[in-house]
């Protein structure tokens, strides 16, 4: 009751009011998304974009701030997709972050994605051995789908981070603000830059992190 008047006291009634019927609605949401996820414990924030659900694995005690964006693409245009999305257990997003799969897309355990980080297995147009004309407006593009995304457990994306499509990020990784992700990074890395490079690994014998020679 302190607490309320409190809260009353400094915010107002309309502030108050509002947090209240967020808390609310937040915890219908979530009874709903989890019990179509077959979770038991699931905590996601308001202003969500779920789709394709049904092609998502997930373990228990996800947590997502505000603004997730998570979806497994089944069509884009005129093309099909049958894509899949694994998440493993007490994975914490901050807020705004992006996950979108038309072909597979796995994080591990325990991981950690700071605010706005996207992470992604597909592009639009093709870049490399196919290449798409630049004449064609970008949303009429074909989605490339033919590529994966693996972050292993243990794994700390700081905020900012782009995991691109094909990426592969090992086990106990961290990956420095606002870094672009575009191959692999071994597992116990500290890597950074445009695109993501190794900057020090992790010593098991000495317990520290050392700088790459």
């Known amino acids: 009751m302190h607490r309320i008047r409190r809260s009353l006291r400094e915010d107002g009634i309309y502030i108050f009011g509002t947090r209240v019927i967020n808390y609310i609605f937040g915890v219908i949401r979530n009874r709903l998304i989890s019990r179509k996820l077959g979770v038991e414990k699931i905590s996601i924030g308001p202003r969500a974009h779920l789709r394709g659900l049904s092609f998502v694995q997930m373990g228990n005690d996800f947590s997502a701030g505000d603004g997730l964006w998570l979806e497994a693409i089944t069509k884009y245009n005129d093309q099909t997709f049958s894509p899949q999305i694994v998440i493993g257990k007490h994975v914490r997003a901050s807020h705004f972050v992006h996950i979108a799969a ?4 796995e994080i591990g355990d325990d991981v950690l994605l700071g605010s706005k980080v996207i992470i ?3 592009n639009h147009g093709q870049y490399s051995k196919v290449h798409t004309s630049p004449l064609i407006a970008p949303t009429s593009r074909p989605l490339d789908d033919n590529r994966r995304v693996v972050i292993g ?3 700390w994306l700081a905020d900012g981070v782009v995991v691109t499509a094909g990426s592969t ?8 603000a606002n870094s672009v992700v575009t191959g692999n990074i071994p597992p116990f890395s500290l890597a950074s830059g ?3 490079k190794v900057l020090k690994t992790f010593d098991f014998d000495t317990a520290k992190w050392s700088n790459i020679e």
């Open 102 to 105: 038309a072909n597979f897309i």
């Open 120 to 122: 992604a297995d597909h």
């Open 169 to 176: 990020i090992g086990e106990g990784s961290v990956i420095g």
């Open 153 to 155: 457990r243990n794994v």
């Open 194 to 196: 445009i695109p993501a």
